[in-house]
Nanobody, 121 residues
């Protein structure tokens, strides 16, 4: 019913930058926390960054100072600006949103399909 669509992934050299976008489409009442997670081959999915509806942010230690998460509530979109990329940042990046579909439903945790980020040496 509500869909998250990521974009902006690609292949970059170490030290480069990428900006990921995730737009929530469909009918829903409210989006609470939104965030980005990533999963490298053979690894567990890990949190990258989250941002609350009020703008409070949380980052994984490995990306602090390099990545910036932001959101545009009018566009129902969350962004992840990635700078000084390292080969270890290579992963499939997934958008997540905690969404209240209607006023009477429990919040639902929704996931995008993922966008691949590959950082070469």
């Amino acid at each position: 019913q509500v869909q998250l669509v990521e974009s902006g992934g690609g292949l970059v050299q170490a030290g480069g930058s990428l900006r990921l976008s995730c737009a929530a489409s469909g009918i829903f009442f409210r989006a609470n926390t939104m965030g980005w997670y990533r999963q490298a081959p053979g690894k567990q999915r890990e949190l990258v960054a989250t941002i609350s509806s009020s703008g409070s942010t949380n980052y994984a230690d490995s990306v602090k100072g390099r990545f910036t998460i932001s959101r545009d509530n009018a566009k129902n979109t969350v962004y992840l600006e990635m700078n000084s990329l390292k080969p270890e940042d290579t992963a499939n990046y997934y958008c997540n949103a905690v969404v209240v579909i209607t006023t009477w439903t429990f919040p639902s945790s929704l996931w995008g399909q993922g966008t691949q980020v590959t950082v070469s040496s």
